[in-house]
């Protein structure tokens, strides 16, 4: 390690040199990359308007082309209410319930419905059996017999 200046000697003041890499300042010149970037904004900035003012053309052209409300819309003007009709889809302006809330309860009601005992017709002795208690009897019993369609009459 050397325990000299890097400054000092005849090199005093001046750059340090390599012996292998050459500069010369003439290589970059600092005027030619500022005229580059004012070139490059000025470009920018009236790209900017130009879109500004297309945008406004095709605007205007297309309200010029739209056929115009129902004369019942426009008769109640800025009064109208935007809101639509029932029935409305889940997760739009003015339904007040969250789609996965109802969800989740369709979910939670089905499958309590699937888990019940009870009957559907009484006197008709229809009753309403958990799922899995109904896989159960037709695996022990089977399906019942089903009657053959009634055959067609010749003529």
């Known amino acids: 390690m050397s325990t000299e200046f890097h400054h000092t000697g005849e090199r005093a003041g001046q750059p340090p040199r390599h012996a292998d890499v050459a500069y010369e300042p003439r290589d970059v010149s600092v005027r030619t990359i500022y005229w580059y970037l004012f070139a490059l904004a000025v470009s920018v900035l009236a790209?900017?308007?130009?879109?500004?003012?297309?945008?406004?053309?095709?605007?205007?052209?297309?309200a010029q082309w739209d056929t115009p409300g129902p004369p019942s819309?426009?008769?109640?003007?800025?009064?109208?209410?935007?809101?639509?009709?029932?029935?409305?889809?889940?997760?739009?302006?003015?339904?007040?319930?969250?789609?996965?809330?109802?969800?989740?309860?369709?979910?939670?009601?089905?499958?309590?419905?699937?888990?019940?005992?009870?009957?559907?017709?009484?006197?008709?002795?229809?009753?309403q059996i958990p799922v899995k208690e109904a896989?159960?009897?037709?695996?022990e019993k089977g399906m019942p017999a089903v009657s053959a369609p009634p055959a067609a009459k010749k003529k």
């Open 47 to 62: 790209s900017f308007i130009i879109s500004i003012y297309v945008l406004r053309f095709t605007t205007h052209l297309v």
């Open 135 to 139: 896989m159960k009897i037709i695996a």
């Open 73 to 127: 819309r426009q008769a109640l003007g800025s009064s109208f209410n935007t809101t639509l009709p029932e029935p409305r889809l889940q997760g739009v302006p003015g339904h007040e319930a969250d789609p996965q809330t109802d969800l989740r309860n369709k979910i939670r009601e089905d499958s309590e419905a699937n888990e019940r005992f009870g009957w559907v017709d009484q006197s008709a002795g229809i009753a």
